[in-house]
Every structure is written in C-alpha cells, then in structure tokens.
C-alpha cells in the first residue's frame, strides 16, 4: 500500500509539472489598460531618442540658441502684407501748389513778393495727423538760378531773415524755356504735425513773370501719436 500511495503522489506530481510547463508555452495575450509603469531619473534628461518616435498630445517647447521661422505664402503672386507700427493710419498726401508773380492760383494762400522772396503757405495739417515729406519738386520763375533755394518753415515762427526752417534746398536747379524758368526733383525727409501750416520761401534772383509755376510737395500722413 505504500509503495502504490507514493506511486500516485508521484504521479501526480509528474502531472502538475506537465501544466506548468504548457502554461509557459503559451503566455496569456491579455495586458494591462494602463500599460507598464516607468520611473524616469531626473538627473538623465533630457532623454536621447533614437530612430522615429511618435508624440500625441500637446508638447511644450523651450527655446535653446536662435530660432529661425519660415513663412510660407510670401510669393509675387501672393505677397505678405505688413505693417510699420511706427507709422499708423499711413496715407499717402501730397500739395501741388500753384503761383503767378503776383498770387497764388491754387492750394496756397498768403502769397507775397518781399524783393527777390515769393512767399506763401500750403494748407494746414489735418487734424491728428503727421504730414511726413519725402519728395519736393518744382518749375520756379527767374531769369537766373544764382542764389536761388527753397525752404519750408512752420508759419507760427516764421522768420524772414533766416530763423528756423524745417528743410532747405539749394540746388542744382535746371533751366527750362529758354533759362526763364528752373526745375528742380529732390528726395527730402521733414514732418509737419496736425495743426501746422507748412510755410514756403522761394528766394528768385531775378523773378519773370511767367503763368503756372507749381510747387509740388509729396509724402504720406499718419497718426499723431502726440
């Protein structure tokens, strides 16, 4: 009887070590929702990756050295609008003046002749804005180009003998109509704030008389910040 009761134990031993063994052969498929828990050391960051990765979510991002941004759409067909901040409410304004030898014609006014000066005012500066002059050009009377200039003042400190003034021009002048008239085209850079009433002095050696001479002054407005 006890041979046969270790027979069977045996046996029953060699049975359990059978399953345990086709358990392991075959693992269980099933795995956790959460999926495995992992402790990343601090001190290891930031962590190399290797090959491709794929990242969900959001992802903040810090700034290491200089970044450089593309900006797609930026084409002749398609141009990339900007805006200077600095020049708000930018329209372009421009004052083509006209004058005899004795008045003004259009878009001036207080007109006079004080020996070889023609002198007269343009238009104020609109309310809140800047008038910022870029380009001043013009067909002035006079038999000589000696001594002749063009200068801007504010009409509030005007000074006839050579006070303050905004911007000046004194040549090269070119003669037209045979010498009795001269032309000038110049770049210029002066502003005019709201309220101001541009001033001009024209200094003709030796004025003629001659009909439609025009003083055009060209640029853009923008907001008086002031």
Not at 100 to 106: F, I, M
Request: aromatic letters at 10%; hydrophobic letters at 40%.
């Amino acid at each position: 009887m006890q041979t046969l009761a270790k027979g069977l134990i045996g046996f029953a031993l060699l049975v359990v070590l059978a399953i345990v063994s086709l358990t392991d052969l075959h693992p269980s498929t099933v795995k956790g929702a959460e999926g495995p828990t992992v402790t990343i050391d601090p001190a290891q960051l930031p962590l190399p990756v290797k090959g491709s990765a794929t990242i969900e979510g959001t992802v903040a991002a810090t700034q290491s050295g200089a970044w450089n941004v593309g900006i797609s759409g930026n084409n002749a067909a398609a141009p990339l609008l900007v805006k200077n901040v600095n020049e708000p409410g930018r329209l372009p304004y421009d004052v083509i003046a006209t004058f005899n030898s004795d008045r003004c014609v259009a878009n001036c006014s207080n007109f006079d002749n004080i020996f070889s000066r023609t002198i007269f005012d343009l238009p104020s500066v609109p309310a809140g804005k800047k008038w910022v002059v870029t380009h001043v050009s013009g067909f002035l009377p006079s038999d000589s180009s000696t001594e002749m200039f063009v200068a801007f003042q504010n009409r509030t400190v005007v000074d006839l003998g050579g006070g303050p003034v905004r911007w000046g021009f004194y040549g090269p002048f070119f003669p037209i109509l045979g010498g009795h008239r001269f032309g000038f085209s110049t770049p210029a850079s002066f502003v005019f704030s709201a309220g101001e009433i541009p001033h001009v002095q024209l200094v003709l050696p030796a004025p003629s008389i001659y009909e439609n001479n025009n003083l055009s002054v060209d640029g853009y407005l923008i907001d008086d910040m002031n």
